[in-house]
């Protein structure tokens, strides 16, 4: 597990009350408890935690990203800081 | 039996226009014409689209002496420029006879925001060591419902509702329970919005339901609510006074209805919005077959549209009735506080020109909100009643139902 999925994980796991594991990774979110009003706040402290902007929701759609499952967010983070990296 | 209430006056300064013949104009033009652009109130900045419905060069020393203006925030500014136009159009005076009999009900979701933020600024970053004396005047919610009172001398119950984007509905009814309880005669109700200021933007921001192109209501490619200024005033009164004074009546307000998610603070529930529906046409003692069109609450973002549209559905059953429904605030933006009260002059116009207005900016329907959404402007009509919809943060419901 690289730092990036360490600490989504850490991030992730304040809002929900089950135990982080691999086969929760692409259960949405809504299942592990995690409605959308903690979703906004995952979101901000994603931003906070690596400096990145997570486009908005319309925006995700047309670049085919979504941000419904841990999976999602991952995949979504690693290539926003990526790309942050190549910027730098 | 209850003396109907009755509307015999109008005022309004939104994006959508500065007067109610402009806003008419505006909302009916066959050509649709948004209101929304970037702000030249804030400066631009990468990190939001700061896009607003913002009155059309807005000038308050055009509207108010010097030393008036001082004390009023750009929010009671428009308050009590819609108040002036209500009073005036309902060809009100206040005098000995009237002036404990008449209420003021304002409602604002925010307030002061814009001296709030500028007494801040100074104090945090200009290093300031004093604010403004006017600071306090300024800022208080209540100083547009209190300015009003002071302008006209009315000392009847007085007081501001602030419950969101239903503080203007919120208004209306309190107003309404006033006159049926005959502890009033006449009404000046309404609400006024005025925080296109970087905080609150950076604010509204954060819950990412700010919109980065434009609103669209109902649409497939809805984006989020664009935040809109303005104010909005109705004059109430019974329809015995009104016919006694040869009032020219606009619309009956034929019934209210109000009602609380109890759920979550920005997640509205749609059983919630289905109370304050069903209690609107149980108080106005009708049918659901008997309204012709719903002005929504159509803020334009995913979830409040999808669960408007799922409890309009459930209130009015497509088998029996399919009521035309829009949303204007693709034309006006999203007043806060202020939006109740300026779409229920949307809803009176509609009963007046028999005709609805549209949802602008809607290119593609979204399919999974399956209302009679109204996309062609100027669309005639036979509008009887009429309900306008106001649901607001922290599940806050309310819902007005006007008479031809």
């Known amino acids: ?88 | 039996m209850t003396d109907t209430i009755v509307v015999t006056g109008l005022g309004c300064i939104s994006a959508a226009g500065n007067d109610v013949a402009e806003f008419e104009s505006t909302l009916f033009n066959p050509e649709l014409v948004s209101s929304i652009a970037p702000t030249n109130i804030i400066k631009p900045d990468e990190n939001i689209p700061f896009l607003a419905a913002q009155v059309n060069n807005y000038n308050g020393s055009d509207y108010f002496p010097k030393k008036e203006i001082k004390l009023l925030d750009r929010y009671a500014q428009f308050a009590m420029i819609s108040a002036e136009q209500a009073v005036k159009d309902a060809n009100l005076v206040f005098d000995t006879t009237n002036k404990h009999r008449t209420s003021v009900v304002h409602g604002t979701s925010i307030g002061g925001q814009e001296t709030i933020e500028h007494s801040y600024y100074e104090l945090y970053s200009q290093g300031k060591s004093r604010a403004h004396p006017f600071t306090v005047p300024k800022l208080l919610p209540s100083s547009a419902s209190a300015s009003i009172s002071m302008k006209y001398g009315i000392t009847g119950p007085t007081f501001t509702t602030a419950s969101a984007c239903s503080s203007s509905g919120h208004a209306i009814a309190m107003a309404a329970l006033m006159l049926r309880s005959n502890l009033i005669d006449h009404a000046i109700v309404g609400g006024a919005e005025a925080c296109i200021t970087k905080g609150n933007f950076y604010a509204w921001n954060g819950l990412r339901v700010l919109s980065n192109d434009t609103c669209r209501p109902f649409a497939q490619n809805r984006s989020g609510l664009v935040i809109g200024e303005g104010a909005a005033t109705l004059i109430l009164e019974r329809e015995s006074s009104a016919k006694a004074r040869n009032a020219t009546i606009y619309a009956k307000l034929a019934g209210i209805g109000m009602s609380s998610d109890a759920h979550n603070i920005v997640q509205p529930l749609t059983e919630g919005a289905i109370l304050a529906m069903e209690a609107a046409i149980k108080d106005a003692n009708i049918s659901t077959t008997d309204i012709a069109y719903v002005n929504a609450h159509g803020s334009g973002t995913m979830q409040n549209d999808l669960s408007e549209s799922q409890a309009i559905l459930a209130v009015f059953n497509p088998e029996l009735c399919s009521p035309l429904v829009s949303s204007t605030k693709a034309a006006h933006g999203h007043l806060l506080g202020a939006g109740a009260a300026l779409e229920a002059i949307a809803v009176i116009l509609a009963l007046k020109k028999q005709a609805v207005p549209a949802t602008f900016n809607v290119l593609n329907k979204d399919p999974l909100c399956a209302i009679n959404l109204v996309t062609k402007n100027n669309t005639k009509a036979e509008v009887n009643y009429a309900m306008s919809n106001s649901f607001a943060f922290g599940g806050l419901n309310t819902t007005l139902i006007f008479q031809k």
């Open chain 1, 1 to 88: 597990m690289d730092h990036i999925e360490a600490q989504l994980q850490q991030i992730i796991s304040e809002y929900t009350e089950k135990d982080f594991k691999q086969e929760l990774a692409a259960q949405a979110f809504d299942d592990l408890g995690i409605d959308s009003l903690s979703l906004v706040e995952i979101i901000f402290d994603i931003e906070e935690a690596f400096d990145i902007k997570i486009p908005q929701d319309n925006d995700l759609e047309n670049l085919g990203g979504s941000l419904n499952s841990y999976d999602d967010v991952l995949q979504l983070v690693k290539k926003l800081v990526k790309e942050s990296n190549h910027n730098d």
